[in-house]
């Protein structure tokens, strides 16, 4: 034996590197640790309350104080009480509602009648005191157990924080090694929330974080996967942070936190914490998000409801608002705050920045007799503001008319109040001079080319207002005397930023041009091209459509042509998936036109989506006449929906929530303020420039599942390529330097992703470069043996179809490239989709691709024809003998058989392992080295189609493991067997002995477990506690009278594995 130096490793065990961690660093910024017994115990015991209902009775009477009439007075007992039960018998009304309706009760207390001085008032009692933090007690615990809804099995979230008793924080470790870590604690938090699981916990959790050592992300109460963020802290430093984790904790601490569950690593514990480590990404998230400061500011100020959901700050918000803040609350000499303006990219949630932001301004403390004007031009942020505001204690007024704003703003009192641009401008003329200095302006992007002439007004009317504004587009030099005299740049946030933190998608585009020209010979030059994978009957049909096209004007023969490309582009691509399309129309006589020619073609769904006669909404000529066609429309729609608000409402919701329209076409509505993250596809066919232009294409930049970019499809040549556009911003000197760069990563030629598939094809194939006779599939098969090139073949396939896809969709790509290769594209996606769906079943795998599923699916109906991607299904169990048997047989060679009989059976034994571990490891072992001898080629097809049928037969019969006469019948008692065989084997010289004192013993230890179990044992660690106790004072009886020299580290084990098959094979 060679003589190893003695270098301690690290653990990659889930509690050894994240859950250990995690807690220490928690105690370590002023968490106290309640062991899990402890924290049972201060909710009476009963694991259907998730509130420490002691605790929080005695913060209730510390941080509640009665002041009146000069005096101080407690809360009477029976108040407290009663304001204990008001929190933790919230009636369940749904998760979210049922969140919402705690969290109000959080932040805004609850009143309460009580008797002072001989007077019977309402005194305000809370549950936390917002404003000194250092008043509440915070407590952390891990593997809390809550009790299932309507059941007595538990879940037991890693981590959670509590303030005064309350749940507020809930954190899901994971280890680094697993091959989605985050995703993975993610979804065990998105399960834990539904109705059947333990909701009541996330009922009263606001914070919710997911870590890992190498990655963080969170989430609140109803926040699906993709809208989990990463922190990126902007005030705190390394050095902070470090101090935090090299604290020493107290001997104390030690002892509480290693005397029970993680007893027997308080060594290795010690000796990391006499070397010292250094700082993992979890321990940034779980300092930035968790010190106690931070949690109780970032819960009552950055969270909100919306529609039905629940958001929370990004850190962009979070820290755009704390500047923001810290700017107003220095006064200048003549009384005034500085505003300016605040530039974060459309998609990153501006519009909730703003709302954030008003939302600090009504809880600042000191602002007396403020006003807060949010100045919008949606409708639909009303009812958003309006609930926001609700836990603040002051609902906002909506301005009915600007003489209304006007009297608003001279109020002497408090108030919040939305208006629209127009009201605003109307309430600023007719104003009297008021010079109160705590008037803040919000106004919204949209009007920034108002800016400055608002501006003006605004300092005429109140001279000591602080006034922001708000932009999702870089910022233009003509803008920067405007941006100054708000007070300069308070905060940016780029479409750079905001893709790299996956907030919103990137951008591809493309220029696609229709045949302009009416000279025969160009029209039938295109009129081929676009028919060409027609039907002679197909085409004759098509041209019988456009038979009429001659003696159309020039213009309408460009839309008709148009319209037909967009139907087939939209056919090919999109139909058939979740993604939708935007039409940007001329004027509103072109968007008729355009869902006349859709309507024609009929291979589209399409809707018109414009404003009344009266707006001149896309016309050059403000004073031109309404078209009649335009009147026409207008009267039907108003006739089919009765007002233009019920219009607008019943089409935007149709095109974000049903299958049809799939494009809607518009001219200069929902061109900005419009989000439906199921917008993929904007088709553009009119001139638009700077803003408008960027606020258009950002219509299509919304997150949604599957959807790795949006896409510009221009017929304009508004961006005829990247260099062009830019040539037009820059030297025109539109854009600040910052917004010419974030311009150039605001959008990607489509031909740049393009040309990434020959690559990405080369990729898939050089997984293959070992296979001399590539005609030989079971070649494939067997090479994709290995799980680690199982999963590159996997990823590289998902990443060369979606690819594909986006190269079929270009016009350019088809026309630049030759057919042949096109077809060898499409051929080998075919080969290999259906090898992908032959490993799969071959090797036991259920495996897709997720949330491109469709797109893939899609891909392949239009121009590859494999059929439809195979649904997965439960695969089919071993023990189902006879329907296994069919399946086996469905296989092509020997060797495709027995990798079919071997990879389900390890299925099995994963499956299986932790109810009788000594069982399934022997077996595991005997299936591993048939597999390595077969890869090795020790073993023949039918040697290896033999062996491991044998053995799969064997774990189906349970044959072949000797187990001895007294334990037949008895299968918890023989998987308690194996492990003691295991370890007394080592110990007792016969065989035969150890079987018998190993079979006596598996016996009597399923004796001494049931016993001891009660309902719900599985997690009442008392319970557990007296189980190993009597199972540890049994088997050192057993070492005494069989003289077997069990050591210490030997008798744990034991302990821990037999605990761990009992809660397994005993659930209840």
């Known amino acids: 034996m060679p003589d190893f130096p003695k270098n301690p490793i690290p653990s990659m065990k889930e509690d050894h590197i994240s859950q250990i961690p995690a807690l220490q660093l ?87 009648p009580q008797v002072i001085a001989g007077d019977i008032k309402s005194f305000q009692l809370y549950y936390i005191d917002w404003n000194n933090w250092e ?22 979230p890693d981590i959670v924080l509590f303030v005064n008793g309350i749940p507020l924080a809930v954190i899901e470790c994971k280890r680094p090694d697993m091959k989605d870590p985050i995703g993975e604690a993610i979804s065990q938090h998105i399960r834990n929330q539904k109705d059947y699981e333990i909701p009541k916990l996330f009922h009263y959790a606001q914070l919710l974080i997911a870590v890992s050592k190498n990655e963080a992300k969170y989430g609140t109460v109803g926040t699906i996967p993709k809208f989990w963020s ?41 000796a990391i914490e006499a070397k010292g480590r250094q700082i993992t990404e979890q321990d940034h998230a779980l300092f930035n998000l968790c010190r106690r400061e931070r949690l109780l500011e970032f819960v009552y100020r950055f969270m909100l409801f919306d529609s039905g959901e629940k958001k929370i700050a990004r850190h962009q918000q979070y820290f755009c608002v704390r500047k923001t803040m810290n700017r107003i609350r220095k006064v200048q000499p003549d009384g005034s705050r500085q505003g300016g303006v605040i530039w974060h990219t459309q998609g990153s949630g501006k519009s909730l920045t703003m709302v954030m932001l008003a939302e600090a301004l009504a809880l600042e403390t000191g602002l007396n007799n403020y006003k807060i004007v949010l100045v919008t031009d949606r409708v639909d942020l009303d009812d958003q503001i309006y609930k926001v505001f609700l836990h603040c204690g002051s609902a906002p007024v909506q301005a009915k008319t600007g003489k209304h704003l006007a009297e608003l703003l001279m109020e002497n009192k408090s108030t919040i109040i939305t208006t629209v641009i127009d009201k605003f401008e109307a309430a600023v003329a007719k104003s009297a001079r008021n010079e109160n200095p705590n008037i803040f302006v ?37 803008d920067r005397n405007t941006i100054f005299r708000f007070g300069g ?48 009957a197909q085409r004759a049909d098509l041209k019988k459509k456009f038979s009429t096209t001659d003696q159309l004007n020039k213009a309408e023969q460009k839309v008709k042509r148009v319209a037909y490309d967009i139907s087939v582009h939209y056919r090919d691509a999109w139909q058939g998936t979740p993604y939708k399309a935007q039409l940007v129309a001329q004027d509103k006589a072109a968007a008729l036109l355009y869902k006349k020619y859709l309507d024609e073609f009929g291979m589209v769904s399409s809707e018109v989506l414009i404003s009344g006669p009266d707006d001149r909404e896309g016309e050059d000529d403000p004073h031109g006449d309404t078209k009649e066609e335009v009147k026409l429309f207008w009267k039907r729609m108003m006739s ?7 219009y607008n409402r019943q089409l935007i919701n149709a095109f974000k929530n049903s299958e049809q329209p799939e494009i809607i076409i518009v001219v200069d509505k929902l061109l900005t303020g419009f989000d439906a993250p199921r917008n993929t596809v904007l088709y553009l066919t009119r001139m638009l420039k700077d803003h408008t232009l960027l606020q258009a294409i950002a219509r299509v930049n919304r997150l949604h599942d599957g959807k790795d970019f949006g896409y510009i499809i221009d017929y304009r040549g508004v961006l005829e390529n990247l260099d062009k556009a830019l040539d037009i911003y820059g030297k025109l000197s539109a854009f600040e330097d910052e917004g010419l760069d974030d311009l150039c990563n605001a959008l990607a030629d489509i031909e740049v992703e393009v040309a990434k598939l020959s690559q990405r094809y080369s990729d898939l194939w050089d997984i293959f470069k070992t296979i001399d006779n590539k005609r030989d599939e079971e070649a494939y098969e067997r090479l994709l043996a290995d799980e680690a090139i199982r999963e590159k073949f996997y990823e590289r396939l998902s990443v060369y179809a979606r690819t594909l896809g986006i190269a079929i969709a270009s016009q350019k790509f088809i026309d630049k490239t030759p057919e042949k290769i096109v077809e060898k594209y499409k051929a080998d996606l075919r080969f290999f989709m259906q090898l992908r769906t032959s490993v799969r079943r071959r090797y036991a795998e259920v495996v897709d691709f997720k949330e491109y599923e469709t797109r893939i699916q899609k891909l392949l109906d239009t121009h590859v024809g494999t059929g439809e991607v195979e649904k997965l299904t439960n695969l089919v169990n071993i023990f189902d003998a006879d329907t296994f048997a069919k399946e086996v047989e469905k296989q092509g060679s020997t060797a495709s058989k027995a990798d079919t009989i071997a990879y389900r059976t390890k299925k099995t034994i994963s499956e299986k392992m932790a109810e009788d571990p000594a069982f399934y490891k022997k077996f595991s072992e005997l299936l591993e080295a048939a597999i390595r001898a077969f890869r090795q080629q020790r073993l023949t097809d039918a040697e290896y189609l033999a062996k491991v049928t044998e053995i799969s037969e064997k774990i189906r019969t349970r044959s072949g493991d000797e187990i001895p ?21 080592s110990h007792v010289a016969e065989k035969s ?76």
């Open 135 to 156: 008043n509440n007690v915070f407590h952390v615990t891990e593997e809390y157990s809550v009790e299932r809804t309507g059941s007595n099995e538990t879940r037991r």
């Open 965 to 985: 006469k007294e334990l037949e019948n008895l299968e918890v008692a023989k998987a308690f067997y194996g492990v003691l065989l295991e370890v007394f084997a």
């Open 26 to 112: 928690l105690q370590n910024i002023g968490y106290t640790y309640l062991t899990p017994i402890e924290a049972d115990a201060a909710r009476n015991n009963r694991k259907g309350n998730v509130v420490l209902e002691n605790i929080l009775v005695e913060q209730l009477r510390k941080i509640n104080v009665i002041k009146y009439k000069g005096g101080a007075f407690p809360f009477t007992d029976g108040n407290i009480i009663d304001a204990l039960h008001t929190l933790t018998s919230v009636m369940d009304n749904g998760l979210l509602k049922t969140n919402e309706q705690i969290y109000d009760l959080l932040c805004l207390g609850k009143g309460l």
């Open 230 to 270: 990463v922190w990126k802290e902007q005030e705190y430093v390394e050095e902070d942070i470090y101090r935090a984790i090299s604290q020493i904790p107290s001997p104390e601490q030690k002892d509480r936190l290693f005397e029970d569950r993680f007893h027997y690593i308080r060594a290795y514990f010690d």
């Open 993 to 1068: 002995d150890a079987r018998k004192i190993g079979a006596d013993a598996g016996i009597q230890i399923d004796k001494l477990i049931k016993e001891k179990m009660i309902v719900n044992w599985t997690s009442n660690q008392d319970i557990q506690n007296q189980m190993k106790l009597a199972i540890e004072d049994y088997l050192f009886d057993l070492k005494e009278k069989n003289s077997i020299s069990l050591s210490f580290e030997e008798i744990d084990t034991l302990l821990d594995t037999v605990l761990d098959i009992a809660r397994v094979r005993y659930p209840e």
């Open 489 to 536: 740049l308070i905060d940016t946030y780029t479409i750079t930023d905001a893709v790299k933190d996956k907030a919103v998608v990137p951008l591809l585009y493309e220029g696609r041009h229709v045949e302009q020209n009416v000279d025969k010979e160009a029209i039938d030059s295109w009129f081929a091209r676009i028919t060409e994978n027609l039907t002679p």
């Open 640 to 646: 089919k929906y009765g007002t233009d608000r019920e």
């Open 442 to 478: 919000l106004v919204d992007e949209s009007h920034r080319g108002q800016f400055g002439e608002l501006h003006a007004k605004m300092k005429k009317a109140i001279p000591n207002g602080c006034f922001m504004g708000f932009t999702g587009t870089p910022v233009m030099k003509d």
